[in-house]
């Protein structure tokens, strides 16, 4: 049996037309949604969601295209655009019972998550990004030698076809060089768990990379409109990210101000999987976003 989020309920939530999300769904309190990143499931918040519950109803799912979710296809170019999933993340929390609710998501996750706070400012009540750069600008920073180190976000932007074959051919070799290299603690990430998301990625190479073709197209092109509407996040917004920014050669806390008018943002000294390489310090920042 594969792990779960212990003492969580699952339950599979329809958010859209043959769309139906896989969720953990833990604690009583005010409702805060955390979505996962890549290559993970929900099950990357297991230890900060188990310490949230205690006062705050948790709700982990799998986004479209990952984990157990249902993975459609993409059609039109729009399936798995940060605004398409932004909308199922909303769906899911009112389906739930929660109308508004807080938001915190990790690398993929977090794209989605600030996609949802500008679209549906209503209903996010505080937001938090770990460990990434808005799409816009995630792509405005990276350029010579040291863009090396996203050169997946590069093969996956490429046209239908060539991608999925590739991955496809070796996906735990692919997917296991991410949570190989981006954690600075091997320890954090069990054996069992990283089987869990091996299998899981290896289940959804079309759908991951559509997610990922999608940052290198519509997603550009709806931050780009927001940002020449002046659209900005009016929620108080909590970014926590590694250092490395200096490595990339730009300002990690100017590019955000861009985006958020009540803004904290703060460095972490664990690598990319901070929720499970130092659930504490992502606990407190939560908890300290969720008082403002």
Known sequence: MEPRISGFDYQRVPVAEGVAL???????????????????????????????????????PDLRGYGDSDKPA????????????????????AALGHDRFALAGHDRGALVAIRAGLD??????????????????M???????????????????????????????EPDVFFGHFLDVWARDPEAIPAPVRAAYLRASREAVPSIVADYRASAGVDVADDEA??????????????????????????????????????HHATVSCGHFMAEEDPAEVVKALRALLAR
């Not at 900005?232 to 861009?258: I, K, N």
Request: with cysteine.
């Open 74 to 93: 993409d059609t039109d170019g729009r399936a798995y655009a940060k605004r398409t999933m932004a909308a199922d993340v909303v769906a899911l929390a």
């Open 120 to 137: 549906h400012p209503g209903a996010v009540t505080h937001l938090a990004s770990l460990d990434v750069l808005p799409t816009l600008d």
């Open 226 to 263: 927001d940002r020449a509407a002046g659209r900005t996040l009016s929620m108080p917004v909590t970014v926590l990210q590694q250092d490395w920014g200096s490595e990339l050669g730009f300002d990690a806390l100017s590019r955000w101000r861009e985006w958020a008018r009540d803004l």
């Open 139 to 169: 792509w405005d920073v990276m350029h010579g030698v040291s863009a090396s180190v996203g050169f997946h976000l590069y093969l996956m932007a490429q046209r239908p076809g060539l991608p999925e074959a590739l991955i496809g051919a």
């Open 22 to 60: 896989n969720a953990a769904v833990g604690g009583s309190g005010s409702p805060l949604v955390l979505l996962h990143g890549f290559p993970q499931t929900h099950l990357m918040w297991r230890h900060v969601a188990a310490d949230l519950a205690a006062d705050h109803t948790v709700i982990c």
